[in-house]
């Protein structure tokens, strides 16, 4: 079972180069979402999908752009890197949203970013 | 957004049960209590959740107050690797926009002493 798979996991990316983080899953769900964690932080929400074709923005979606094109992939798309957005970056998918009965939500590994 | 309170920090020995509280004054009729822990340097991962009643599964206990205004994550017999960062999520329509989502505090982190 992969179940949810980020790439890449490490990236050195410079201040104003754009990169797309991958996240992929292969269990058919619906709900997948972005997150970004600081050290010493939970994790903040960054964008999230409740299906194909359908995004909406976190509580922190300056800076970033997403796409769901196909129920199995998510990327997340850094326009111009800053300092600021060195971070973890974890995906995560569920069945549906979290407030129900069937909302066990799985994470990637997560992609660890550094813009200098 | 949901607001759950988790002390910073717990110490337990292994193979003793721990019990990790939260608070959740602000929870309403149909808010799920959701618990997720996050191993060092990996993603987090799913514990166990409930609405009502006492939850049990492989992993773990959630007791969930009468009055729904706290629970508590229990470990029955903490292991060397429970040692993560436990996370109390109260989940629902409205957190962290309209279909509901994740919002995750900063946790309690577990240390676990052999």
């Known amino acids: 079972n992969a179940g949810v798979t980020q790439t890449p996991k490490f990236q050195v990316l410079k201040t104003g180069q754009s990169m797309t983080l991958q996240c992929a899953q292969d269990?058919?769900?619906?709900?997948m979402s972005w997150y970004r964690q600081d050290p010493g932080m939970g994790l903040r929400l960054i964008h999230y999908?409740?299906?194909?074709?359908?995004?909406d923005q976190g509580e922190v979606p300056n800076g970033y752009n997403v796409s769901r094109s196909t129920t199995e992939d998510f990327p997340l798309r850094l326009l111009s890197a800053a300092p600021s957005q060195t971070s973890v970056y974890f995906c995560?998918?569920?069945?549906?949203?979290?407030?129900?009965?069937?909302?066990?939500?799985?994470f990637g590994q997560g992609t660890r970013l550094t813009v200098v | 957004d949901a607001k759950t309170t988790q002390p910073n920090s717990m110490e337990s020995n292994e193979e003793e049960p721990v019990h990790l509280p939260c608070n959740h004054s602000?929870?309403?009729?149909?808010?799920?209590i959701h618990w997720y822990r996050q191993l060092p340097s990996q993603g987090p991962e799913y514990v166990i959740h409930?609405?009502?009643s006492n939850v049990n599964n492989r992993m773990a206990s959630l007791a969930i107050a009468e009055d729904r205004k706290s629970s508590t994550l229990i470990l029955h017999r903490a292991t060397l690797r429970d040692a993560a960062v436990y996370y109390c999520?109260?989940?629902?329509?409205?957190?962290?926009?309209?279909?509901?989502?994740?919002?995750f505090g900063k946790g309690t982190k577990l240390s676990v002493k052999p």
């Open positions: 602000t929870i309403s009729g149909t808010d799920y």
């Open positions: 999908s409740v299906g194909a074709g359908i995004t």
């Open positions: 995560a998918s569920s069945p549906t949203s979290p407030g129900g009965v069937n909302t066990e939500a799985f």
């Open positions: 269990m058919n769900h619906e709900y």
């Open positions: 409930g609405l009502t």
């Open positions: 999520i109260l989940a629902g329509r409205g957190y962290g926009g309209s279909q509901g989502n994740l919002i």
